[in-house]
């Protein structure tokens, strides 16, 4: 019974997940579109983790994968089935033929020259689905389902549009509010079961140490682009998964998902949290998009709400210092979050975490030898 | 032959933007080793400062309006209109080659302040670190001017003598018809200044040789005696100046907001690796190719053939270059080879 053990940190893992709907109740933070995008960002990171975390190559170009994975997904809709199912699995294959693409031409170099080219990639293709795609992408009204789409498979099964757009389904469940919740969950458990697995094998110590000395891995004779390609693909799968987890939430697909800012929000998630730990990026994914959630929806009324049990001049001066950090100016706090982690905490909230407790089982520690020695 | 002309300016202007933020990239980088993903959001600063300039000259008073008197219509008129008439109107009208006097002390300050407060401290550590900081402060600097000038786009005028367009048909003997923006022609002599002032600045002065020195071999210059330090970071001071002046001359052309320093950071970064990270020369050839190439592309012929490719012509030249020549065009061997 303790963590080293797969099982009991899959049952661990998994409990949490599934009662978070219960658990969060108490924040606030219970309602299912909320809860779907902790799980459909929880896999886009823990994706993201398993190529920065582990190797150290900082890609900012997983947005791509997103968006093709979010495209497949609808197309799917449109062309084959209401059902997830498929959208799923072809959303996650199709972004990970795209990643070993770009995987395969982005791992011929490393460092800044890697960030840069996945960079570039990124921004081509989010520019091509704008513009010379649009047959596949429609542009920037972005792709939405419509009632003539064929869907072979539907018909086939004799399921006839009604009235109405048809909505996402997981054989006749409709994948809305705590459903569709409870499929991203799912897929999250399965997901973080595959990172656990990589984590905890030869295959993911071997990722880190080509993180740790890339130069002394080559020179033993050992070939680090096989690892690192497919680590790259694995990463680009999870992001595609993410990414049609976001069409079947919401059945369209857009082109500012493949934006290389979308790139950047994820590895903000990662960093904040813990990049290289189980956890960490969940933890960053939880904190962001919970507080966005929450400070966006914050205005001066509210906040002059807040401060209403401190004397009048002060909470004036609390509500004009503060405003600009919420509301529209959300960004601003998560900028100034961010680097205030980067700089202080490296290795993010999990970081913080260990050396808190350390902090505590020293002094908990030498309370012990005190009692002792009296 | 009018057409590949004005292709050519186009191309040169863009190319100038995108050159001058390149050289900012280059000097951070060649000296202070540091990757910058804030340089962008100083060009905005800098086109901002123009921006504010703008309306700090435009503070008005609000007086009735005597020519309408069936109503009470009341009109804005500027203090300086007020106080000095035609010479007011036409400082007003100059407030952006103005606001250039004012942008450089300020982003002097700003550039050796980031150093100082940030920097600094990232010497040590991993590029992706340096990335990470300064794109947390990139996402900080863009907020704020967010959160006071708004998210819309500010237009600011050039000055009215130079609003309109200039014959250059005429000055190569090509026709009355071909014309292009003054104040397009203004930024791309600009630019060029600029590039030579800071070109002269490191060959032919005392100051420019130790920086040069302490980019090949830094230690050594330090074992001389010389705070290589200090060097570098008015160095930094200046890279931050050189971007400032940039954006602050890029407002006529492109009305400023908010997010206009990432957009350009992307593809400056681009031109950097292409021109060879660490060489100044690189920079500057790399951001001029890039700009012309750009233009071409967008002309209508190229994307009859090849569609699309006005959008992504940049990346693809850089793909090309990044995977068939690792050090970039001008870069030195061994340099960031990896």
Known sequence: MSLKNNLVVMLLFSAIVLSAPWWLAPIGANY???????????????????????????????????GVGSYTAVWSFKLLTMNVIPAVILGTLVSGVFALLIGWLSLRRSGIYFSILTLAFAQMSYSLAYSVLTPITNGETGLQLSQQDPRVLDAMAGIVPTEGLPTTNLFGMPMSGYSGFYFCAVLLIIGFWVTLK??????????????SNTMRMKYTGFNTRPYLLSAFVISGMFAGLAGSLMAVTDPLAGAERMQWTASGEVVLMTILGGAGTLIG??????????????FSALNDSALRAAYDFLPAGLADFLTTVTSPFVGEGWHLTLGLLFMLVVIFLPGGVMQGISLISRFLRRRLGMAGESGGAS | MDAILIQILNGLDKGGAYALIALGLTLAFGTLGIVNFAHGALFMLGAFGAVSVQQLLTISKRVKDESITFFDAYKEIPYLEIWWGDTGRMIIDYAVPISILFVIPFMLLIGVLMERGLIKHFYKRTHADQILVTFGLAIVLQELVKAYFGANPIPT?????????????????????????WWRLIYLLASGLIIFAVFAFLKFTTFGMVVRAGMADRETVGLLGINVQRRFTIVFGLAAVVAGVAGALYAPILPPDYHMGMDFLVLSFVVVVVG???????????????????????????????????????????????????????????????
């Open chain 1, 32 to 66: 299912p579109d909320l809860l779907q995008k902790f799980a459909i960002f929880g896999l886009f990171a823990i994706g993201f983790n398993i190529l920065f975390g582990l190797t150290g190559y900082l890609s900012f170009g997983h947005a791509a994968f997103l």
């Open chain 1, 198 to 211: 990589i984590f905890r094998s030869p295959y993911g110590l071997k990722l880190t140490a080509i993180k």
């Open chain 1, 281 to 294: 990026p969940l933890l960053g994914v939880g904190i962001i998009k919970y507080f966005e959630n929450i």
């Open chain 2, 157 to 181: 005028p050039a000055p009215a003598v130079v609003s309109g367009s200039a014959p250059v048909g005429a000055f190569f003997g090509l026709g009355e018809d071909l014309v292009y923006p």
């Open chain 2, 276 to 338: 060879g990270m660490g060489s100044l020369e690189g920079a500057v050839a790399a951001g001029f190719l890039l700009g012309i190439l750009q233009s071409f592309a967008s002309m209508n012929e190229v994307k009859s053939i090849i569609p699309g490719i006005d959008q992504i012509i940049i990346y693809l030249v850089a793909v090309v270059i990044l995977l068939v020549r690792p050090r970039g065009l001008m870069g030195r061997e061994g340099v960031m080879e990896d």
